[in-house]
Each structure stands twice: as structure tokens, then as C-alpha cells.
């Protein structure tokens, strides 16, 4: 499809979005679309990235043998043992699929978009645990890779891009501290952050931290059950907020998942920016062990807890989900008003073959909002067919779609003979706001899926 083509479609869409954040909240009764891009991009989606010319870079662990999916000619991993990718670059446009060539171990890594567009990826395991690696959005870039860019090994770590355009990344298992990316100088050091140590349990509990950036240029980070607000310049906690009550473990392997939502003005504070945190699904403190050792599943929580971070005296709301959740994603939707929660499993823990009793369904909570007095609630969306387990991804692409894949439960890729194989393929979930009063638009987003299956509009 021709370029300009293609900046037409984007540049409609989101004209219309614009237009739609300002219309009142849409029904959610009729509970979206499923449509499957593509039974097989080559490799299980562990990670997803969107990168500003509208393509996905999915990626996976490199060191567990071949993917399906080869490398061009004459490009190789550890001298011609595998020639196949472990990055992919997906076109949802057009469904094409291009390799790229990854060296080091992104198993469990993590990263962020640069303030130029660049993806910036950090550590993982073995190999990757002290490698920085970059992807520019180009038609023949690949991944760069730094060996030594980070100053300490950082496997389950968190990113998160600060207003001065820097990356900081906290935590990795074993390392209670932060640091920034890229380097300035060969002066930088890594910071201690006790409130990481403080947090471990026997199952750890707080790997992937949850950072968000506040209002005030602070960053909320939660680990566990706890949460504080760390001024990361000057390497000083300004506040600790109350604990989550429950005494449900949110963070790896007790996985659950987070989004700051849409910041909205607060009439009782005048014009100050009120920021508001949500934290929803995770399961017991003892879910990793228990699954692990003794294969007892202990079922997920059904709980979601809001915490305004910017008040006064900020006290955890809880609400609770239609469906128990472990190992879900939230995303963000452009109507501004909804979050959807999506993948993951009903039982059990994150790690190899520990979740059980995917859960198909994904589901959109309204959070409401001072001026319309809508009030929260959660609405179930229509079920997919594919499990999607540990190692499970979603992402907001530009046309308002969210592109759904990954789930691999086991070590290798299995196929077959296990309780849930590795899953390579793509599918796209369509919220409730392509229905009416949306027809118009759909007619230009393209709806082409390998399976030959369109969404269908009033």
C-alpha cells in the first residue's frame, strides 16, 4: 500500500478520535470484535512495541533454540547455529512481517520509547541482562545493541521515559537500585533504592515494579503490596503511601498489572492536575511456590484498587472485577474514559506451565469522570479463542485497534502434547467504539485478516 495512503488512514483515524473524546461515553453492551491477523508471525510475542511509523516490533527469548521464522541471507547467531529471527517487525496495514536480527537475550527485559521515537530496550537474561539496545523506525532499520550499556545486571527490570528525555530503569531481580539511559558521562552510578529490599518475599513479589510519572515530576513506583512516591534526582523517598489492603501480591510472579489513568482536572483542587493510579488482579503472596512445588493453584483476585496520587490524604479504593485475573495487561483505550483489561489466566502464578484457567474474556472498566458523573463499571467483552497465558502482550496501535498475541507457558516452543502450547499468532481486538456511531470511518481502516474473516459493522 502506497505510503501517503497510509499517512491518510492514520491521519483520518486519529482526526476522529479527537472528535470522539469529546462525545459522551459510548455504550459498551455490544462487547467488540475479534479478528486473526496472522496464525503465525514466526515468533511467540513476549514483547510488543508500537513505533511511530504505526508497525509493532514484537520480540522473544533468544537462547531457547530456533523460532519459526528465518533470518535474511548470510545473517546468523552464534556462528550459523541459528539462522532464524527472535524480532519481528509486523505491518498491520499490510500484515507483513519482517525479521530482524537480535543478538543478545531479551528474555524478561524491558523498555521505552525515546522522546526521537527510538525503542529503547534494556537487559534480560544471560547474554542481555547488561545490554542497552535501540530500533529506529525506518523500512531497514534493525536492533543495535550496547553489551555493557547498563552498570548492572537488570533481568525483570521497569522503564519508564522522564520529562529531560533520559530512560530510567528500576529493579531486576537481585538489584534494588535505579539507573539512567542512555549515559552522559562514565561518572553516572547506580542509586539504592532499600524500598525494593523492603518489599521482597519468599516468591520475591517485586519484580516489573509498577512506575508511573507524577504530575509534580516525581514517580510513583509500587512493588507488592506498597508504594511510594521517589524523587529520583535527588534519590529521596517525598512520600509512602498506604498500603494496598488485601494482602493480594500484585507484582512478578504474583503478576497483575497497572495504568496511570487520563489525568483530569480537579474542580476542588482549582487548576492543579490530580493524577490517579489503578492496580488491578495479582493473587496470594504464596501462588508461586505452592503452583511450583506442590501444584496447587490458588485462584487469582478479583480485585482493582485507585489510589490518587496527588492528594492530600490519598486512601486505596477498591472495587472488584466480573472476572479473577493474574498475568492480564491493561491498555488504555482513546475514548479517554475506559481501560481495557485483557489476557491472562484464573488460577495459579506467572512462570513456566503455572497458570491455569485462561481467561478468554477481556474486560472494560469506565472509570467515570467528574464532569459527566458517569460512575465505574466494568463491562465483559466478547471472548477470543486463543489463550493467552505467561508471556502474553496487547498494544494500542494508531487505527484504534489493539493487537493481541505471545502466550508461551513452556520452556521451548511446544506445539503439542502440552496443556497450552506456544502460541505464535496475531489477532487484533476491536472495542465497542467501532460500532456505531462509527461506520463511516471503518470503511477506511483496513480490516484484511489472514483468515479471511472482516469485522462487520452496522
Excluded at 112 to 127: D, E, I, M, S, V
Excluded at 293 to 320: H, K, Q
Aim: with cysteine; hydrophobic share 40%; charged share 15%.
Amino acid at each position: 500500500m502506497d505510503k501517503n495512503l497510509n499517512s491518510i488512514i492514520l491521519l483520518s483515524v486519529f482526526l476522529y478520535l479527537i472528535v470522539f473524546l469529546f462525545t459522551k461515553t459510548q455504550a459498551l453492551q455490544n462487547g467488540g470484535t475479534w479478528m486473526l491477523l496472522k496464525r503465525s508471525i514466526g515468533i511467540s510475542a513476549m514483547h510488543m512495541a508500537v513505533l511511530p511509523n504505526g508497525h509493532l516490533v514484537t520480540f522473544d527469548r533468544t537462547e531457547f533454540g530456533r523460532s519459526n521464522i528465518s533470518l535474511p541471507p548470510r545473517m546468523c547467531r552464534n556462528g550459523y547455529q541459528d539462522c532464524t529471527a527472535h524480532s519481528i517487525e509486523f505491518d498491520p496495514v499490510t500484515l507483513a512481517v519482517r525479521p530482524l536480527m537480535v543478538l543478545t537475550d531479551t528474555w524478561c527485559s524491558s523498555g521505552a520509547l525515546l522522546p526521537n521515537g527510538t525503542l529503547l530496550q534494556t537487559g534480560g537474561y544471560f547474554t542481555g541482562d547488561r545490554t542497552v539496545r535501540y530500533l529506529s523506525a525506518c523500512d531497514n532499520c534493525n536492533w543495535l545493541e550496547e553489551p555493557n550499556g547498563l552498570l548492572v545486571r537488570r533481568w525483570y527490570a521497569t522503564n519508564h521515559v522522564l520529562p529531560d528525555g533520559r530512560v530510567i530503569v528500576v529493579g531486576g531481580r537481585g538489584q534494588f537500585s535505579y539507573e539512567f539511559v542512555p549515559k552522559h558521562d562514565d561518572q553516572e552510578s547506580v542509586h539504592a533504592l532499600p524500598f525494593l529490599y523492603e518489599t521482597k518475599d519468599r516468591a520475591e513479589n517485586n519484580l516489573y515494579p509498577f512506575v508511573h510519572l507524577s504530575t509534580d515530576g516525581n514517580l510513583f513506583i509500587f512493588a507488592n503490596t506498597k508504594s511510594i512516591l521517589l524523587d529520583y534526582a535527588k534519590n529521596k523517598v517525598v512520600r509512602n503511601f498506604p498500603e494496598m489492603p488485601g494482602g493480594i501480591a500484585r507484582n512478578y510472579p504474583s503478576t497483575g498489572s497497572s495504568a496511570l489513568l487520563p489525568i483530569w482536572l480537579s474542580k476542588e483542587n482549582g487548576s492543579n492536575l490530580s493524577a490517579e493510579v489503578m492496580i488491578c488482579g495479582g493473587t496470594s503472596p504464596d501462588a508461586y511456590p505452592l503452583a511450583n512445588s506442590s501444584n496447587i493453584f490458588i485462584p487469582a483476585s478479583d480485585t482493582c484498587g485507585r489510589l490518587v496520587i496527588t492528594a492530600e490524604s490519598p486512601n486505596w479504593v477498591i472495587e472488584r472485577m466480573p472476572i479473577p485475573r493474574i498475568m492480564g495487561d491493561m491498555v488504555l483505550l482513546p475514548t479517554g474514559r475506559d481501560v481495557l483489561i485483557i489476557n491472562g489466566a484464573g488460577k495459579g502464578s506467572a512462570g513456566w506451565t503455572l497458570g491455569r484457567e485462561p481467561v478468554l474474556q477481556p474486560v472494560i472498566y469506565n472509570i467515570g469522570s467528574t464532569e459527566d458523573k458517569v460512575n465505574p463499571k466494568f463491562f465483559i467483552m466478547n471472548p477470543s479463542t486463543i489463550p493467552r497465558l505467561y508471556h502474553s502482550t496487547a498494544q494500542l496501535i494508531p487505527d484504534g485497534r489493539v493487537l493481541v498475541g505471545g502466550s508461551n507457558p513452556n520452556r521451548l516452543y511446544e506445539f503439542s502434547g502440552v496443556m497450552y502450547p506456544t502460541d505464535l499468532s496475531l489477532e487484533a481486538f476491536l472495542p465497542p467504539y467501532f460500532e456505531a456511531p462509527w461506520p463511516k470511518l471503518c470503511a477506511f481502516i483496513p480490516m484484511t485478516a489472514e483468515s479471511g474473516t472482516v469485522a462487520k459493522f452496522p
